[in-house]
């Protein structure tokens, strides 16, 4: 009996420096990536048939399309991000950022106040406001899903493990809910898997599910996010005039 005890408890000890391994060479990956000059990537979202089936309009305008981005050492970030048929471009420096709206370019603030443009409600300009600003380039957001990460392992040619209830809720929430309420979250479940190539990030996917409960309506969701990318130490960033005027 001591004996298997004792086995067990060496494979408990292997399997988890098998994925404290994994983790850093995943970070690692991704540390190379922010390290390079610049770099490009794609980013598509897959919904599950109970999360996006029916919903009506008002779902079809937020149901999300392509999202394509750079970002360059410095920090800048530059993404164009489509929802449904309105595509937005947004250009962002750590908390501060521009939106094109077809009212003009604006500051992440003055969006906020005026409803996101386009004579939206205030609440809709907060959340895209939140959204926007929580959004980070992959190379950090892969390391942020890492350490919600369980379980990581190399399987063939790609890192795969599980996500943590709490790293399903925060992919779920995708900037929070207006008014700063979020919804309730059961079950949640979700997965990972990430890819590199001479020791650089190149892909990743996650997904994740579970019942969502806003204003007392449960709704299935279940999602998967693939981000690709690409021109890495190639990429620049031009920005307009009227956006690098926001930003000061």
Known sequence: MRTQIMLSAVTVMAVSLLAADAKEEVKGAAKKLADASGYSWKMTTEMGT??????????????????????IKDGT??????????TTEVYKQGEKG????????????????????????????????????????PAAQAVDIVEKTQGLKKEADAYVGELTA???????MM????????????????SVKFWMKDGVLTKYEY????????????????????????DVGTTKIEMPAEAKKKLS
């Open 98 to 137: 521009a939106v094109k709206t077809p009212e003009g370019w604006q500051s992440f603030a003055e969006m906020a106040e005026s409803g996101g443009g386009g004579g939206g409600q205030g609440g809709r300009g907060n959340y895209m406001t939140r959204m926007f600003r929580n959004f980070k380039a």
């Open 50 to 71: 109970a999360a996006g089936g029916g919903g009506g309009a008002g779902a079809g305008r937020m149901r999300p399309g392509p999202t394509e981005g750079k970002a």
């Open 175 to 190: 900037g929070g809910r207006p008014g700063g309420q979020g919804p309730e979250i059961a079950d949640p479940k979700g």
């Open 77 to 86: 970030i530059c993404v164009t991000m489509t929802r449904g048929d309105t």
């Open 207 to 230: 997904r994740v599910s579970g019942k969502m409960t806003f204003n007392n309506n449960e709704r299935d969701m279940d999602r998967t996010v693939k981000v690709e990318i690409k």
């Open 166 to 172: 709490e790293g399903v809720k925060s992919l779920m």
